[in-house]
């Protein structure tokens, strides 16, 4: 079995690399998703077995995404959103993720998969590369140009604003 490596990001070991086969990746994204997405392991695998078949290559590109959804200006900007590599499709993880967001019903249940969207290493708190990610998610939700100077500004900005213990 080839094994590949991989780059980890975790608290405190940033940029560390570590060397995972195939299918330990797959079930890390498996235990990820289930967090992310508030589903079982059961239904998790269930959709990336539909995905795959579905989309042989492993993504979904953009327009085949917009034209699958009824509401094409917000499926635009969630695609935006979700495509963090900007590589005009969608991985599995990625398509999962945009695809949850138009199940949610109340604020709590909107709020709760904000915070577990961009708590992506599942520390329970937002750390200051997370308040990035945040910021560089609305930009593209909004369809703005991100600046690298204006995400670290509106970042400090906001952990200002909230980081009371300032840790």
Known sequence: MAKKAKKIKKKG???????????????????????????TEEEV??????????????VVPQKEFVQSRKNSLMAESLFRVFDEDK????????????????NLNTPEEKLNWIFTAFDS??????????????????FRFAGIK??????????????????????
């Open 121 to 138: 290493d599942g520390g329970g708190s937002i750390d200051g590369d997370e308040v990035r990610d945040i910021v560089g998610g609305l």
């Open 146 to 167: 991100e600046d690298e100077d204006m995400l670290a500004s509106c970042a400090t900005d906001i952990r200002a604003a909230i980081d009371d213990d300032c840790d």
């Open 13 to 39: 070991r940033k940029n560390s690399v570590i060397i995972i086969s195939p299918e330990e990746e797959k079930k890390e994204l498996v235990f990820v998703l289930m967090g992310k997405c508030d589903m």
């Open 45 to 58: 695998l269930h959709a990336y077995d539909e995905f795959y078949k579905e989309h042989e290559k492993g």
């Open 87 to 102: 590589s005009g499709t969608l991985s599995f993880d990625e398509f999962l993720q945009a695809n949850r967001v138009t």
